[in-house]
């Protein structure tokens, strides 16, 4: 089945530095999405990007829909202590309504 | 606008008792979707709903699983009798059909310990 690969798995982040995430797949999809999940709580919606090649752009939160539709980045500007959590990316394929992929997730992490 | 609302929030139980998940999803969202999320990972698709058909049930285990939504609102996930390898959060979604592909809405969550 699909699958989708986070990268990197986990990362620490010291305040106004900036950072970068993938996600990569082995098939592709119509629809990239980016999720953020704090401990206790359910993903919530940052990003949504809906064509190829797509760069949207939320607050300090950047992502783009690779080319090839098989892969999507996220960049956070100017990170900040509340940023710390996990990152899901999610991709769909089909119609409107179909299920969403996740990926295994990014954990960021404060440096100490 | 209210988010999606789950309840309970926590549930601890023994194994072989049957345990039930609530959702109401946000007002006017046709679309409800149960997701599983194991520890570590992402959520995957239980079962979605299109008001009240379930249209997409293939990765629910049937033989202890069961859900519905008798009104297109509120529905309820159940399970019996409960597993150990069924600790895990269950999160329910929701969607309304003018929003564009993928804007799924979750709510925080049930997170379920089986002893």
């Known amino acids: 089945g699909q699958q989708l690969n986070q990268s990197p798995q986990s990362m620490f982040i010291q305040e106004g530095e900036d950072v970068s995430m993938n996600c990569t797949s082995s098939?592709?999809?119509?629809?990239w999405l980016w999720y953020k999940q704090d401990p206790g709580e359910g993903p919530v919606l940052l990003i949504a990007?809906?064509?190829?090649?797509e760069l949207t752009s939320n607050g300090r939160l950047t992502a783009q829909f690779g080319i090839t539709r098989k892969d999507s980045f996220l960049n956070i500007s100017a990170s900040i202590p509340s940023d710390v959590g996990i990152y899901f990316c999610?991709?769909?394929?089909?119609?409107?309504?179909?299920?969403?992929?996740f990926g295994g997730g990014t954990r960021v992490l404060v440096k100490p | 606008e209210a988010g999606v609302v789950q309840s309970p929030r926590y549930k601890i139980i023994e194994k072989k008792q049957p345990v039930a998940f609530w959702c109401n999803p946000i007002s006017g969202h046709n679309t409800l979707y149960w997701y599983r999320q194991n520890l570590g990972q992402g959520p995957e698709l239980l079962i979605r709903y299109e008001n009240e058909e379930a249209v997409d049930d293939s990765q629910l285990p049937k033989d202890r699983f069961s859900a519905e939504r008798l009104k297109g609102v509120d529905s309820t996930l159940k399970i019996q009798p409960a597993e150990l390898g069924d600790s895990a959060v269950y999160l329910c979604a929701s969607r309304g059909f003018w929003q564009g592909q993928g804007a799924q809405y979750f709510g925080p969550g049930t997170r379920l310990l089986v002893l």
């Open positions: 098939s592709i999809f119509n629809t």
């Open positions: 999610a991709g769909q394929l089909g119609a409107a309504g179909n299920k969403l992929t």
């Open positions: 990007l809906y064509k190829a090649g």
